[in-house]
C-alpha cells in the first residue's frame, strides 16, 4: 500500500513558477513509476509527467514539454514537478499517481494510487 500526499500548490500569476511535491509512504517507493496528471474544471483528467522508478527516463505531455521537469529522490520517497512559465490553461486540481509496473505510463487507468491532489491557479 502506499499513500500519497501532494503539496505546493497555489495561486501564481502567469509565467511565474511553482514546485509541486509528492511525498509517498511505504518502503517500495523506489520500485513505483511516479507520474502527474491534472484536471481542470468541466475536463477529463490528463497525463503531464511520469518517471520511471529510477528516475532515469521522464515523459511529458506538449502541452507542459520545455516548462515543467519532473524528478524523484528515492532516499526521500519524493518526487517533484518544477512548473516554470505558467500559462492561465494550467490551472487544474494536480494529482500524484504511482504504478507498480515501475515504467512510464501516460494512461491514468494504469496507475494504483493516487493522491487527493492540489490546486494549481494561474492568474492572467
Known amino acids: 500500500q502506499v499513500q500519497l500526499v501532494e503539496s505546493g500548490g497555489g495561486l501564481v500569476q502567469a509565467g511565474g513558477s511553482l514546485r509541486l511535491s509528492c511525498a509517498a509512504s511505504?518502503?517500495?517507493?523506489?520500485?513505483?513509476?511516479m507520474g502527474w496528471f491534472r484536471q481542470a474544471p468541466g475536463k477529463d483528467r490528463e497525463f503531464v509527467a511520469a518517471v520511471s522508478w529510477s528516475g532515469r527516463s521522464t515523459d511529458y505531455a506538449n502541452s507542459v514539454k520545455g516548462r515543467f521537469t519532473l524528478s524523484r529522490d528515492n532516499a526521500k520517497n519524493t518526487v517533484y514537478l518544477q512548473m516554470n512559465s505558467l500559462k492561465p490553461e494550467d490551472t487544474a486540481v494536480y494529482y500524484c499517481?504511482?504504478?507498480?509496473?515501475?515504467?512510464?505510463?501516460?494512461?491514468?487507468?494504469?496507475?494504483?494510487?493516487w493522491g487527493q491532489g492540489t490546486q494549481v491557479t494561474v492568474s492572467s
Open positions: 511505504g518502503r517500495t517507493f523506489s520500485r513505483y513509476a
Open positions: 499517481a504511482a504504478a507498480r509496473s515501475g515504467t512510464i505510463l501516460e494512461v491514468s487507468a494504469n496507475y494504483d494510487y
